[in-house]
């Protein structure tokens, strides 16, 4: 993933927050509605959560949202503003140019 360093940021402020509040990464899965799972993949690093988790997170830690941003997370959250926006533009294309337009992306994305 692009911002995976962000993304490790992000959740070792969580991690640390939730800590300090002797609160379980299982006791903030219930708090907010999401598996441990969910909430151990955000600590890690390893997935970005949506911007509704994020903010539920926020405030079961008794903290707001820009304790846990860094500035890189503003350019993320373009990011993903603009995938959902190509998606949603593919879904109008024929299902020949969204194979055409994919593999292209594919290309771009997966070479070395």
Do not use: W
């Not at 360093?5 to 939730?18: N, S």
């Not at 609160?23 to 969910?38: E, F, H």
């Not at 830690?61 to 998606?87: G, I, W």
């Amino acid at each position: 993933m692009i911002f995976n360093q962000e993304l490790c940021e992000v959740g070792k402020r969580i991690r640390e927050r939730r800590e300090e509040m002797n609160m379980t990464a299982s006791d903030l899965a219930v708090q907010i509605n999401v598996t441990p799972a969910t909430i151990s993949s955000i600590e890690n690093g390893q997935s970005a959560a949506k911007i509704s988790v994020f903010i539920a997170i926020a405030k079961a830690l008794k903290v707001s949202f820009d304790h846990f941003q860094p500035q890189e997370l503003d350019q993320y959250l373009a990011v993903s503003k603009e995938l959902t926006e190509v998606s949603s533009a593919l879904k109008s294309k024929s299902l020949l140019e969204q194979k055409i337009i994919m593999n292209a992306i594919s290309g771009m994305v997966y070479t070395k």
